[in-house]
T-cell receptor
Framework: QKEVEQNSGPLSVPEGAIASLNCTYS??????FFWYRQYSGKSPELIMF????GDKEDGRFTAQLNKASQYVSLLIRDSQPSDSATYLC???????????FGKGTRLHILP | ETGVTQSPTHLIKTRGQQVTLRCSSQ?????VSWYQQALGQGPQFIFQ???????GRGNFPPRFSGLQFPNYSSELNVNALELDDSALYLC???????????FGQGTRLTVV
């Protein structure tokens, strides 16, 4: 079982709709959870982090965490063509404080 | 702009050669992690340096080695380059008030 799993996509969403990205992780000791956006040929850019169960909102982005289910999600409201990118889920392993990434989900916003 | 800088941005090397990649961490960050990202994959953890000591290593062979300096900048060295080492190499710094990792722009290494 991979430590951080994501559906590789591509996920196609019409402009203006809600994009929903999902991630599961295996280490129950994980404490911190991150979403990075990566445009083609560029390095990952941190867009959200969440530490506690529940929802965290920042502008059009909402991160959701359910530690009991070992599940993290990212919702993007009012999707824009500029949101088209690969979204990487990352988890800080509790045991050794290392940040481990999933393979990423490619998101394509349809104009 | 994350304050993390990497050099060079692009590099072409021949199989069997050695390469050194460099990273300057964000001000106030004492931890640097290196990742390898192959095309279409997520970043794979290579190793982490904390206050000049290696502080954890991923599943990479010993020909991948590193250093961290007193100013917390870091180097990644790869010996005996193989074609499969072609990838984007990312440096991330942490150690501020939170544990978020901030990435440099990466070094694109091509081994021919």
């Amino acid at each position: 079982q991979k430590e951080v799993e994501q559906n590789s996509g591509p996920l196609s969403v019409p402009e203006g709709a809600i994009a929903s990205l999902n991630c599961t992780y295996s280490d129950r000791g994980s404490q911190s959870f991150f979403w990075y956006r990566q445009y083609s040929g560029k390095s990952p850019e941190l867009i959200m982090f969440i530490y506690s169960n529940g929802d965290k909102e920042d502008g059009r982005f909402t991160a959701q965490l359910n530690k009991a289910s070992q599940y993290v999600s990212l919702l993007i409201r009012d999707s824009q063509p500029s949101d088209s990118a690969t979204y990487l889920c990352a988890v800080n392993r509790g045991g050794d404080d290392k940040i481990i990434f999933g393979k990423g989900t490619r998101l394509h916003i349809l104009p | 702009e994350t304050g993390v800088t990497q050099s060079p941005t692009h590099l072409i090397k021949t199989r069997g050669q050695q390469v050194t990649l460099r990273c300057s961490s964000q001000s106030g960050h004492n931890t640097v992690s290196w990742y390898q990202q192959a095309l279409g994959q997520g970043p794979q953890f290579i190793f982490q340096y904390y206050r000049e000591e290696e502080n954890g290593r991923g599943n990479f062979p010993p020909r991948f080695s590193g250093l961290q300096f007193p100013n917390y900048s870091s180097e990644l060295n790869v010996n005996a380059l193989e074609l499969d080492d072609s990838a984007l190499y990312l440096c991330a710094s942490t150690g501020g008030t939170g544990d978020e990792a901030f990435f440099g722009q990466g070094t694109r290494l091509t081994v021919v």
